[in-house]
Nanobody, 115 residues
Framework: QVQLVESGGGLVQAGGSLRLSCTISGTISRLNAVAWYRQGPGKQRDMVASVGGGTTNYANSVKGRFTISINNAWKTVTLQKNTLKPEDAGVYYC??????????WGQGTQDTVST
């Protein structure tokens, strides 16, 4: 059973920082890629940052402010978010794509950015 558990969300003032973590557990095959997605109120879920195949990608809206990283043998994925803006608020989801099991989602963690 594969599980992805996000943590680190919360309330922050505009201009502040938050660090999200996604812990991957269970019996897993090779990890192809991991990504963070954001879903704002009434909006679709959009990719914010991803890493895999030796490349890292960011949505234009977060370039230079967000950093995705992986450690612990690809078992922990973090998203460092700096200089936060109100439009960065939403539910953040971790997504992992495994070579055999396919894609899994975490349950999401809520971020709120106050002005």
């Amino acid at each position: 059973q594969v599980q992805l558990v996000e943590s680190g969300g919360g309330l922050v003032q505009a201009g502040g920082s938050l660090r999200l973590s996604c812990t991957i557990s269970g019996t897993i095959s090779r990890l192809n890629a991991v990504a963070w997605y954001r879903q704002g109120p009434g909006k679709q879920r959009d990719m914010v940052a991803s890493v895999g195949g030796g490349t890292t990608n960011y949505a234009n809206s977060v370039k230079g402010r967000f950093t995705i990283s992986i450690n612990n043998a690809w078992k922990t994925v973090t998203l460092q978010k700096n200089t936060l803006k109100p439009e960065d608020a939403g539910v953040y989801y971790c997504n992992a794509d495994f070579s055999l099991q396919g894609a899994y989602w975490g349950q999401g963690t809520q971020d709120t950015v106050s002005t």
